[in-house]
């Protein structure tokens, strides 16, 4: 009965359990668990397993969480931190790579896990900070890969209708970029996953006659078969205007007289470059495209600004050509608004985010034999889209970048004995040169097979197994893209008998391994030259949504769409949310409402805007064109997400 007594006493004082019994569990608890406090995510908390996983370092209780694990920094962690204290809305993901310094080495390690991050309120309702549970997955999300890669997962993941799509989407889109000796080029692609349909942006990296390289990206309005269509047709037109010799301006000339006459074409934005592979030399021109990001090899990053044209068929207006350069080690980054697009965010911020994003990803020391990308433009492309990613896509997603090495690979120049066992060193230096040109590996491979092949028969043919011959193997990347391997020897070319039996097969698979196979003899010998155009692939994806717990709250950046009218002299429409597919109709339909046939001028207030996509500047261009003077008017304070648009895309004369 005492025991009983005691019991309910203790119950009563301590509702959580015996405190010293609260803290074990805690502490012993297999998840890492969090407690932050205040906004500047203050460690209240940290049980053995949190503590762990940032390498047991000293002095994370008391600190702000930025302070105690600054190599997230660049990741969009403490980002989606300082959203949930925000906005008090709950955020979980599964299977998030993330990269910690778990040694305390310097060197980044790749881990896998799925958290959620709860914020805690205070009685009033306040958010005083958060509890973060978290769970690694680096074991499974490495089952899971192997089992994905044995049975082409990039196949089988768009299955059905989304397979139909991507296919598409591919038929409309380069199979990839070129292999160039003086340029690294990889680009990926991610149609909006909000609707199973293909998608407006585009993009291209084509090598011009005069061996300068133009790389390019568009934004069609809207999705679907329409969007696709025109997408397609914008970068047809392009690209024969280019590759016929046409300069930067003529060939945006052709896209503005092809959207004049095509009216899903209209509101389009392009940007291209026009870049010296040799002297690093860089033309840029824009039709309301984002600028594209120059950085350099520590993350140091400028943007490549110029006066703001409205898009395609908006104004009449002649594009602008700016001139610029990269060094080498630098890269540039063409992307379409969709990577840096966010509700309730202005494109300045937007920005600003990605340079500080590409930045981390350029100087972050990750660590060998992880699934990060090796080679620069592929880790840039991959872990952009990834890290932006985490907010979700509500638009096609291109991005395309582009790096001036600076110590592009030197080719083989092999002069070897013909014994059997140079094969390996062919082998070797062909396959190591591949690698360094970022040549696909099935490719590689295939050329690996068919410089063997050239070497072998050498070997047995030309000598008849004499060691003191000599074979030379050259190799040579053009300006198109082409690849050239040369075996020579001084042997003695003897042709195919006519009945070869078993042999002869060498030529015939070399052949077939490569695009054209050339052998010449004579006196000084034998030579083989094999050539093979090289071509990088491009990813193309659709982008998914992550999950975001029920709770009472909208999406957290999500501001119902509505308009509010104030009649008068001159009516005003004050708009809130934001202008996309889903409710552009609704402002034409307002705005038309106000104007009563186009009589009597009308104010737009943008102010509450959150996001303006490109069919709402699309129908303000419109509508401005077709409105007599003063008859429109709109209105965005300096800062705002609708004042970047409007700046951006030539509409700000409509601005007070």
Not at 402 to 426: I, K, M, N
Not at 480 to 499: K, N, S
Not at 562 to 576: A, Y
């Amino acid at each position: 009965m005492t025991g009983e007594i005691l019991g309910g006493v203790v119950e009563q004082q301590h509702p959580a359990g015996d405190p010293a019994e609260v803290a074990r569990a805690f502490e012993h608890m297999p998840a890492v668990l969090w407690a932050f406090e205040g906004p500047r995510h203050r460690v209240v908390a940290a049980n053995r397993a949190a503590r762990a996983s940032v390498g047991d370092r000293p002095g994370i209780i008391g600190r702000p969480i930025r302070e105690v694990i600054p190599e997230m920094a660049g990741q969009q962690i403490f980002e989606m931190i300082d959203e949930v204290y925000a906005t008090g809305n709950p955020v979980s993901h599964a299977d998030r790579r993330v990269l910690v310094d778990r040694n305390g080495d310097g060197n980044l390690e790749e881990d896998f896990y799925t958290y959620t991050f709860l914020p805690t309120h205070d009685d009033e309702g306040g958010v005083t900070g958060m509890v973060v549970h978290i769970v690694e997955t680096t074991h499974w999300v490495r089952q899971r890969q192997a089992v994905e890669a044995r049975a082409d997962d990039s196949e089988r993941r768009y299955r059905e209708a989304r397979d139909v799509v991507l296919a598409l989407q591919r038929s409309l889109l380069p199979a990839g970029v070129p292999v160039l000796p003086g340029l690294r080029l990889a680009a990926r692609y991610l149609v909006s996953g909000t609707e199973a349909a293909a998608g407006g942006d585009w993009f291209d990296a084509v090598v011009l006659p005069d061996g300068q390289v133009a790389l390019l990206v568009g934004d069609v309005v809207g999705h679907g078969a329409e969007a696709a269509g025109v997408m397609g047709q914008l970068r047809a037109v392009a690209l024969e205007a280019l590759v016929s010799g046409a300069s930067v301006l003529d060939m945006l000339g052709r896209l503005d007289t092809l959207a004049a006459s095509v009216e899903a074409a209209q509101g389009a934005t392009v940007g291209v470059v026009v870049l010296d592979p040799h002297s690093g030399g860089l033309q840029y021109a824009s039709r309301a495209h984002p600028p594209p990001l120059v950085l350099g090899p520590d993350g140091a990053g400028r943007f490549l600004d110029g006066a703001p044209t409205g898009p395609l068929a908006s104004d009449g207006k002649p594009g602008l050509l700016h001139t610029d350069g990269l060094r080498p080690g630098e890269f540039v980054l063409l992307y379409s608004d969709g990577l840096i697009e966010r509700a309730g965010q202005t494109l300045d911020s937007g920005r600003s985010d990605l340079a500080r994003v590409a930045a981390a990803v350029l100087s972050e020391p990750v660590a060998p034999h992880s699934t990060v990308p090796e080679l620069m433009v592929d880790r840039l492309s991959a872990l952009l889209v990834e890290r932006f990613g985490w907010a979700g896509y509500r638009d096609d997603v291109t991005v395309l970048v582009a790096e001036l090495p600076a110590d592009p690979p030197e080719p083989p120049d092999l002069r070897l004995p013909t014994r059997p066992e140079s094969l390996a060193a062919v082998r070797a230096a062909v396959g190591h040169w591949l690698t360094a040109l970022g040549v696909p590996r099935p490719e590689a491979v295939a050329v690996q097979h068919a410089v063997g092949e050239a070497a072998a028969n050498a070997i047995e043919h030309a000598y008849r197994g004499d060691p003191s011959g000599e074979l030379t193997v050259t190799g040579a990347l053009d300006g198109q893209g082409r690849l050239r391997l040369t075996v020579t020897d001084q042997g003695r070319w003897r042709p195919a008998p006519a009945y070869p039996g078993d042999r002869g097969r060498g030529l015939t698979m070399m052949r077939a391994l490569a695009d054209d196979v050339e052998v010449s003899t004579g006196d000084p010998g034998t030579r083989v030259t094999l050539t093979h155009r090289v071509r990088r692939p491009v990813e193309v994806g659709i982008a998914t949504v992550p999950t975001v717990p029920a709770g009472p709250a909208a999406y957290p950046d999500e501001v119902p769409f509505r308009i509010d009218r104030r009649d008068g002299d001159r009516p005003v429409l004050e708009v809130h949310g934001a202008v996309d597919p889903a409710t552009v109709d609704r402002l034409q339909q307002a705005v038309r409402a106000a104007r009563r046939g186009g009589v009597v001028p009308v104010t737009v207030d943008l102010t509450g805007v959150t996001l303006l996509s490109s069919v709402g500047v699309r129908l303000l261009h419109r509508m401005s064109a077709g409105a007599p003077a003063a008859g429109m008017q709109l209105v965005a304070p300096p800062g705002s997400p609708a004042f970047q648009v409007l700046s951006l895309t030539g509409l700000d004369h409509l601005l007070p």
